[in-house]
C-alpha cells in the first residue's frame, strides 16, 4: 500500500501531503541531475503531459546516493530540471532510497518486486514505481527502462 499519510518537502521548501495524490496514477521515480540516466527527464515530462488531464503525476525524489550524481541544492536542481528539461511534474526535496537512512517513502517501496520477482534496494537513479489510484497496486520499473518504454507505457494506461 502507498503511504498516503506521509508529508513530503517539495524542492522549494514547502511541505506537502502524498495524500493530495490520492484518486490519481503516480510514477514515482528517484531522480539525478548528473547521471547517464539524466535525459530520461525529456520522456518522464512527455509522459506527465500527455496523461496527466488523465490523472496521471510523476513525482520526482532526488537522491544522492548514487556516485553522488545528485550533489546540487534544491535550487540548483529545480533551476537544472525546469530550464534543461522542462520539468513542471512535481519535485520534492532530496532523500535517500537505500540504507539505514532510507526514507520511509522507499522502505515501502522497496518492498515492491520488479517483472523478475525481486525486491529490495533500488538499482540506481530513475527506479520507477507505478501506483494505482488506490494505492493498492504498485509495479517497479528498473532504471534502463524508459519512459517511453512500450511496458510501462501499456502499465500506465492500463491504470488510467
Request: aromatic share 10%; with cysteine.
Amino acid at each position: 500500500m502507498f503511504p498516503y499519510d506521509l508529508v513530503m518537502e517539495r524542492l522549494d521548501g514547502t511541505k506537502e501531503e502524498l495524500s493530495a495524490y490520492r484518486g490519481k496514477v503516480l510514477l514515482v521515480v528517484n531522480v539525478a541531475s548528473r547521471c547517464g540516466l539524466t535525459p530520461q527527464y525529456e520522456g518522464l515530462v512527455e509522459l506527465y503531459h500527455a496523461r496527466r488531464d488523465d490523472g496521471f503525476v510523476v513525482l520526482g525524489f532526488p537522491c544522492n546516493q548514487f556516485l553522488g550524481q545528485e550533489p546540487g541544492t534544491a535550487e540548483e536542481i529545480e533551476t537544472f530540471c525546469r530550464t534543461t528539461y522542462g520539468v513542471d511534474f512535481p519535485m520534492f526535496a532530496k532523500i535517500e532510497v537505500n540504507g539505514e537512512g532510507r526514507h520511509r517513502l522507499y522502505a515501502s517501496l522497496c518492498e515492491v518486486p520488479d517483472g523478475d520477482g525481486v525486491a529490495g534496494d533500488v538499482q540506481w537513479n530513475f527506479e520507477k514505481f507505478l501506483v494505482s489510484r488506490d494505492g493498492e497496486r504498485i509495479e517497479r520499473f528498473r532504471p534502463t527502462v524508459e519512459p517511453q518504454d512500450p511496458m510501462l507505457v501499456g502499465a500506465i494506461d492500463a491504470l488510467l
